[in-house]
């Protein structure tokens, strides 16, 4: 007995294309917000909670090892806020504190990379040189004070001379250590090739240095704005640091805080600035995307 073995029908379903289409749109679709707006959430959100809880130590008086009950609250800073923003004194402080650092920080960027660039490449510039470096860089540049007092004629000399002097240091350091840094392979490929002495210096040595340079600068901004508003604060006659020392001595603690915040809001911004630059300057380095 044989049993023929047929072919069993595979029954094909077709969907109509409206129907499936209907199908697909139903599926729910997840909400993401832009990258830029969820960036801006992340940063508000640390922001948003330290205001919150300085509202509330403030509001409720708390006295627990720190005193909050003399503390001017967010809304009396705000007001105070409010009231410098109508006035021109206000934001002729803030450009002349401005003023100051681009001037101070320009000086230090230009020489601290050069000097950075002649000590780290030559060993004789580093023997007579990176002694002296050392010897003075330990010293705060807030000590100067006195001393930039006698040697300038004018207290606005003086203060650029301080922010110069504390942004110097941070630039040639790290100007020295990313020279030390580089691979040597990249020097003895531009000599076989032909290059000469300077076109490895600035067009190999310098860009290949650039990553460490501007952390340096980003590290001396910094540094900039806490010895240009302690130097105004002795010395100056305009500036945020003088404002805020002002409203000290006018037991005006509302406008002290709104000192502080501007000088943090500067610092900010031009920090930001560093970093923008060093971004755009340091394309060709390989990062993460965010």
Not at 159 to 183: C, E, Q, R, Y
Not at 235 to 245: A, D, E, V
Request: charged share 15%; glycine share 8%; with cysteine.
């Amino acid at each position: 007995m044989t049993v023929s073995a047929e072919p069993i029908p595979v029954i094909q379903t077709t969907i109509p294309e409206s129907e499936a289409t209907e199908r697909t749109d139903a599926r729910p679709v997840p909400m993401r917000l832009p990258r830029r707006l969820r960036a801006a959430l992340l940063t508000a959100a640390p922001l948003a909670a330290l205001v919150l809880l300085w509202y509330l130590l403030t509001a409720n008086q708390v006295v627990f090892w720190l005193r909050f009950d003399k503390i001017p609250t967010p809304a009396e800073v705000f007001d105070s806020f409010r009231t410098q923003f109508g006035t021109a004194a206000y934001y002729g402080n803030i450009l002349s504190s401005t003023r100051r650092i681009m001037v101070g920080f320009g000086l230090a960027t230009v020489s601290g990379v050069l000097a950075g660039m002649a000590i780290g490449r030559s060993r004789l510039v580093s023997a007579l040189v990176r002694p002296v470096l050392e010897v003075f860089r330990p010293i705060p540049a807030i000590a100067l004070v006195p001393l930039a007092i006698l040697l300038f004629p004018t207290g606005e000399q003086g203060i650029v001379f301080i922010t110069f002097f504390a942004a110097f240091f941070p630039v040639a350091v790290s100007t020295i250590h990313a020279m030390h840094a580089l691979p040597k392979v990249w020097e003895e490929a531009a000599r076989t090739l032909g290059a000469r002495r300077w076109e490895i210096l600035f067009r190999i040595a310098l860009p290949g240095a650039l990553p460490g340079i501007f952390s340096g600068l980003s590290v001396a901004m910094g540094v900039a704005w806490i010895c240009v508003i302690s130097a105004e604060m002795i010395s100056g006659q305009f500036g945020i640091g003088y404002f805020t020392w002002q409203a000290y001595g006018l037991l005006d603690y509302a406008s002290v805080v709104v000192g502080m915040l501007s000088i943090g809001m500067l610092g900010w911004a031009t920090a930001w600035l560093v970093e923008l630059a060093g971004r755009r300057v340091n394309r060709w380095l390989p990062r993460s995307v965010r």
